[in-house]
């Protein structure tokens, strides 16, 4: 049962964290009037992303508190924070309002998922 949840979280992180990086660089490449018809939609996905990523890291390090999981759990709670930020801030047309706090908020999500991929494959790490 244990494997199951895992894997399950597994793939809800890589998927989060998919969408993240994949809002990131369409956001990256594109202009803001090229993005107009597409920007809500876009906000909406990049938050609920960074809010998996964050839930996720908060119950694994609330299950097993390890020094993995306590990494994870606050990467995953700055990058959320931070991506929301970036995304509250932003003007018609704009996915983000800030580029570096969309550059920290994508950074350390990808580290928290990158981070929580570790802390799943040391399970006979002790806890803390």
Known sequence: MFVVKNARAMAALVIA??????????????TAG????WT???RIALVVAALVVAVITYAAWSHRNTVHTICAMLLGLLGGAALVAAV???G???VY???P?????TLATVAA???SQIAMSRSQEAPR
Do not use: N
């Open 17 to 30: 964290e998919a969408v993240v990086v994949l809002v990131y660089v369409i956001d990256s490449v594109r």
């Open 34 to 37: 090229e993005l107009a018809d």
């Open 40 to 42: 809500t939609g876009l």
């Open 88 to 90: 509250s801030t932003g």
């Open 92 to 94: 018609s047309g704009e």
């Open 97 to 99: 309002g800030s580029a």
């Open 101 to 105: 706090m969309a550059l920290v908020g």
């Open 113 to 115: 998922v990158v981070v």
